[in-house]
């Protein structure tokens, strides 16, 4: 058991979620929602579930929230509720507070508030579900910035055997290649005599806007 403790506060579909997957990646999560039916649920999955209103700042102190190294504010629809439960947490000095935010006026007050990180469920899984839609060789992809994005593609067969100086993806899309994932073995800033083999995995770092160059090529 890892000693990092984690605090999720609102266990809707995205709290529930986050809760649970920390649990199995052998966490400690407090859980924390006003519905007793939510804490019901949850209760058999994570360390502790707590049944509390977390905008009244005794309570949230009570069930030991200051414990918590980082914390996940996954409140959506009541608003108020979500900024405020930030703002407390930042001010009682929780070092990470990551905020489920509903809408970009939403997203931009909690980080107003201190948020460290503000999610956005829908929007970033739109952005994934389209861009995995319209590229069937892209794995992954995780937007860094407007600007820059991290991207999987499993090898294009016609860069079989060719190494990475030959195919110079830098100079053609530029992106850089970060990694190789080969089998078990990842190669991280693989040399540029390095040969691709069937069944390799790209990491590329680039700009979106060369991206869709890219994509058009390899698709
Ligand atoms: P999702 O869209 O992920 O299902 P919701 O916004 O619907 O998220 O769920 C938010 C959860 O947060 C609900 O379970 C609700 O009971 C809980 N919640 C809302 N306000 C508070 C509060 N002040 N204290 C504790 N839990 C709260």
Same mark, same amino acid.
């Not at 102190?61 to 009541?78: F, L, M, S, T, Y």
């Not at 201190?114 to 829908?122: L, Q, R, S, T």
């Not at 100079?171 to 073995?185: D, E, S």
């Given at each position: 058991?890892?000693?990092? @403790?984690?605090?999720?506060i609102?266990?809707?579909?995205?709290?529930?979620?986050?809760?649970?997957?920390?649990?199995?990646?052998?966490y400690?999560?407090l859980?924390?929602?006003?519905?007793?039916?939510?804490?019901?649920?949850?209760?058999?999955?994570?360390?502790?579930a707590?049944?509390? !209103?977390?905008?009244?700042?005794h309570?949230?102190?009570?069930?030991?929230?200051?414990?918590?190294?980082?914390?996940?504010?996954?409140?959506?629809?009541?608003?108020?509720n979500?900024?405020?439960i930030?703002?407390?947490l930042?001010?009682?000095?929780i070092?990470?507070?990551?905020?489920?935010? @509903?809408?970009d006026?939403?997203?931009?007050?909690?980080?107003?508030v201190?948020?460290?990180h503000?999610?956005?469920?829908?929007?970033?899984?739109?952005?994934?579900?389209?861009? =995995?839609?319209?590229?069937?060789n892209i794995?992954?992809?995780?937007e860094?910035?407007?600007?820059?994005?991290?991207?999987?593609?499993?090898?294009?067969?016609?860069?079989?055997?060719?190494?990475?100086?030959?195919? !110079?993806?830098?100079?053609?899309?530029?992106?850089?290649? /970060?990694?190789?994932?080969?089998?078990? @073995?990842?190669?991280?800033?693989?040399?540029?005599?390095? @040969?691709?083999?069937?069944?390799d995995?790209?990491?590329l770092?680039g700009?979106?806007?060369?991206? =869709?160059? /890219?994509?058009? !090529?390899?698709?």
């Amino acid at each position: 058991m890892e000693s990092k @403790q984690f605090g999720v506060i609102g266990l809707g579909r995205f709290g529930s979620s986050v809760a649970k997957t920390l649990s199995e990646l052998g966490y400690e999560v407090l859980a924390v929602d006003s519905s007793e039916e939510r804490v019901e649920e949850i209760k058999d999955y994570v360390t502790h579930a707590v049944c509390a !209103d977390a905008t009244d700042e005794h309570t949230l102190k009570a069930v030991g929230i200051r414990n918590c190294d980082e914390v996940v504010v996954a409140i959506g629809q009541e608003m108020q509720n979500s900024i405020l439960i930030t703002l407390m947490l930042k001010e009682m000095g929780i070092k990470k507070v990551w905020a489920k935010a @509903q809408n970009d006026l939403h997203g931009k007050i909690l980080s107003k508030v201190g948020a460290d990180h503000v999610i956005y469920p829908e929007k970033e899984m739109g952005i994934k579900v389209a861009n =995995k839609m319209v590229a069937n060789n892209i794995l992954e992809f995780i937007e860094l910035s407007e600007e820059y994005s991290i991207l999987e593609i499993s090898i294009p067969p016609r860069y079989l055997g060719k190494t990475i100086k030959e195919i !110079d993806v830098r100079a053609k899309y530029g992106f850089t290649i /970060l990694a190789i994932k080969r089998g078990n @073995q990842l190669l991280i800033s693989p040399s540029s005599d390095e @040969q691709f083999q069937t069944g390799d995995i790209l990491v590329l770092i680039g700009r979106n806007e060369n991206f =869709k160059k /890219l994509e058009r !090529d390899i698709g």
